[in-house]
C-alpha cells in the first residue's frame, strides 16, 4: 500500500512557476514509479510526468517539455513537479500517482495508488 498527498498548488499569474508535491507512505514507495496527471474540468485526467523508481528515467508530455521537471527524494519518501513558464492552460488538479511495478508509464490505468489532488490555477 502507498499513501499519497500532493501539496504545493495555489493561483499563480502566466509566466510563473510552482513546485508540488507529493508526500508518501509505505514500504513500496522507492519501488514505485510515480507519476503526475492533471484533470481540468469536463476534461480526462491527462499524463504530465512519470519518474523511474530510480530517479533515472523521466518522461513528460509534450506540452510541459522543458518547463516542467519531476524529480523524486527516496530517503524522504517524495515526488516533486517543478513548473515553470506556466500558462492558464496549464490550470486544472494535479494527482500524483503510484505504479508498484517500477516501470513508469503514461496511461492513467497502470497507477496503482494516487493522491487526493492539488488545485493549480493560471490566470492570464
Known amino acids: 500500500q502507498v499513501h499519497l498527498v500532493e501539496s504545493g498548488g495555489g493561483l499563480v499569474q502566466a509566466g510563473g512557476s510552482l513546485r508540488l508535491s507529493c508526500a508518501a507512505s509505505g514500504r513500496t514507495f522507492s519501488r514505485s514509479a510515480m507519476g503526475w496527471f492533471r484533470q481540468a474540468p469536463a476534461k480526462e485526467r491527462d499524463f504530465v510526468a512519470a519518474?523511474?523508481?530510480?530517479?533515472?528515467?523521466?518522461y513528460y508530455a509534450d506540452s510541459v517539455k522543458g518547463r516542467f521537471t519531476i524529480t523524486r527524494d527516496n530517503a524522504k519518501n517524495k515526488v516533486y513537479l517543478q513548473m515553470n513558464s506556466l500558462k492558464p492552460e496549464d490550470t486544472a488538479v494535479y494527482y500524483c500517482a503510484a505504479d508498484a511495478s517500477g516501470a513508469p508509464g503514461v496511461g492513467v490505468v497502470g497507477y496503482d495508488y494516487w493522491g487526493q489532488g492539488t488545485q493549480v490555477t493560471v490566470s492570464s
Open positions: 519518474i523511474s523508481w530510480s530517479g533515472g528515467a523521466t
